[in-house]
């Protein structure tokens, strides 16, 4: 009776709590990961990023939140009001709704669905008519080319993105996204590894699909001054920020669950690497000592106190974190421990996955549109097809020949590697016979 | 109606697919227009098929305002022209006057005024790499060619008191004489040079996007080059070895050693490699001059009252954007009666509608930073 009455309220109540979890808390997490992208840009180019709100500009965010929601709005005349209106909306609709279907550790996911990861591509895909209908209802030069910038790269890139998906889903044999992550823990290896080029395409194609640079080309800002956005202003600029932000986190998770093994711990399967398990709290217990460390060095007194208070909140993650690894707490409650750690887990490879879009934008130029264009149509899309097929053959000859996983596997990534070079080769070869002569 | 005034408008039915024409207006407020150039395009859907660059909204009339300046009096003003490389048009002013007047700079004054010129010529070449760069969509050279640059500017400041528009030289000479750390600042920053250029290639010279972005973009063969009469890296970079420090030494170029590097197809990419060689070589110079700087008076033997003789005269230096040229008439007194000024970057800016018909919107950035174009100096 206890039991039944405890699984109704988990089954209605958490889903509820995690929803609300995610609508409140996300726009923070896109602000703090704003933060983390000046942050990182500031160390890549010899300077120190925002220092002026906060302890090194900890609360930076919350300050661009206040300004952003007290700008007047402005709607240009000739706007199509309606849908200058309601474009955002559906851009961050769509990224919001898509976080639904992830599980963020065992217990963290609102919906567990059997399609889950179908669910997610098809709805964040509904983005781009926020961007399209927002730059066209802007009734400028600028917003126009970049709505069909947007939606020309989009129709593209979705196309190699779902493809390298289904390299994943044969893999795992599931569209539930806890079903995949269990089935990366009886491989034995993260599907990154049995599939490598498949996770390649999928971050060259989540790159351009959440219009991140190299391949912001629909908000060039060089070219087309903010491409769709350059008619908004104030909290609707912010909810396309938002849905930008929302949309890497989404495609991150994405890549985490497929390919990197969702929560699950590195080696997760071999007792010899369990000390692992210590990682997450000493990762908290240095990152809070040099909090620490740093506080007494801040200019105003408020700041040093500002910084101890975030030291000892990182510092209480640790020993919460360290609370499951109690013999006693692990035989009493067995859940904790692969709830705690597999958020722990799959908010750090998430992260690490966001640190490299950051990393690549900050090192490459932008491509042009055409070679853009190319990209997709000439390289990606053929080679995710010839990847569903090397993955395919790799499955028929380990489960019908009876060959290991890495004969399988190694001789169809070769395969696939080698189609890699051709398709190089050859597009190498057709840009050398169309070269571009510069008249009209 | 098609605006008339954009040269070979094509009309609706000439497009790829029969739609209407877009004309966008980039500029004056636009992140890459490097100032205040207005382009207005013709689009057909992203193509480019005319342009028209619309110039003087930073017009000051530099020109007329000599005219009611002594000789003395109006070198400042030529600093605000090409503003990123003031010290290079001080430079010029003050030996077209120099020759006006008959007199010349002492030899220690000569290697001094080399020194800084060469170095505003890396400062100038750093600043169009680190936007030109920004402008393609590589966010990170920029901090590292403004970390140089900082460099630069610190010698300036610590020889006249100004970063920015310097006043470095005078007619005759120079005002004060070199501090005297100067020689050790210079082989402080040239001696590790080099391997901050190698880094700044190592970003962007092999980069396939790099490379996709500006090779075949904006060509201009060396006979258009000349047509239009661009000079300085968009000259050299069509295969033209025309450099006027080797042509017509002026300063002291005629004692050092240096090469002129040239390109070959004269598209975006090559006028890069020319600018990049032009910093290793500008490098080489420097180290060159601090070697042996004579000893002796640093002001030629000029009045007090700058009275030159009726007449004219023409002299024309390499500033880093090409050749600027001063054309002065003197009646006599001690004011010119007539100054007129060859800006490097509003006769390079010329040949844009001829690089940029055909390419598409996105190229149209990488172009105006190919040029190395300064509004100020356009204007004037």
Redesign the interface.
Known sequence: MLMNVLHFVISIWVPLVCAVIIVAVLPLVAGYIVLMERKV?AD????LGPMRVGPHGLLQPIADAVKLLIKEDIIPDDADKLIFWFAPLISVTAAMLAMSALAIGPWFQIAELNIGLLFIVGISALGIFGIVLGGWSSNS??S??GAL?SAAQLVSYETAAGMAIVGGLLLAGTLSTREIIEAQNDYGVWFAFAAPVGFFIYIVASIAETNR??F??PE??????AGYMTEYSGFRWALYFLAEYTNMVVVASIATTLFLGGWLRPFAGTPAFNFLDFFPSLLMLVIGAYCFYRAPKQPVKVQSLFMIAVGLLIILAAIILAVPLIPAVGTMLPGLKPGLHGAFWFLLKAGLYIYLFMWL???????????LMRLGWQFLIPLSIVNVMGIGLALVLHRHWGWGHLQAFGLTTLLTLAAAGYLGWAGEKKDKEH?????? | MPDERIPFATHADQTVLGADEIILNMGPQHPSTHGVLRVKLRLDGEKVIGSECVIGYLHRGVEKIAEHRTYTQFAPYVDRMDYVAAVSNGLGYCEAVEKLLGAEAPPRARVIRTILTELQRIASHLFWLGTHALDIGALTPLFYCLREREEILKIFEKFCGARLTTHAFRIGGLQYEAYDELEKDVERFCTPFDKRVDEYESLLTENRIWVGRTKGIGILTAKEAIDYGASGPVLRASGVKWDIRKAMPYAAYDQYKFEIPTGKNGDTYDRYIVRMEEMRQSRLICLQAIENIPAGPIMGKVGKVLKPPPGEVYHAIEAPKGELGYYIISDGTTQPYRVRIRPPSLINLEAFDKMIRGHLVADVVAIIGTLDIVLGEVDR
């Open positions: 840009m890549m180019q010899a300077r030069h600028y126009l080319l910038r640079a190299p912001d080309l060039a800002e060089s070219e087309l001054v934008r900050f090192t490459f130029p932008r491509y042009r549109f055409d070679q070269v571009f002569v510069g008249e009209a």
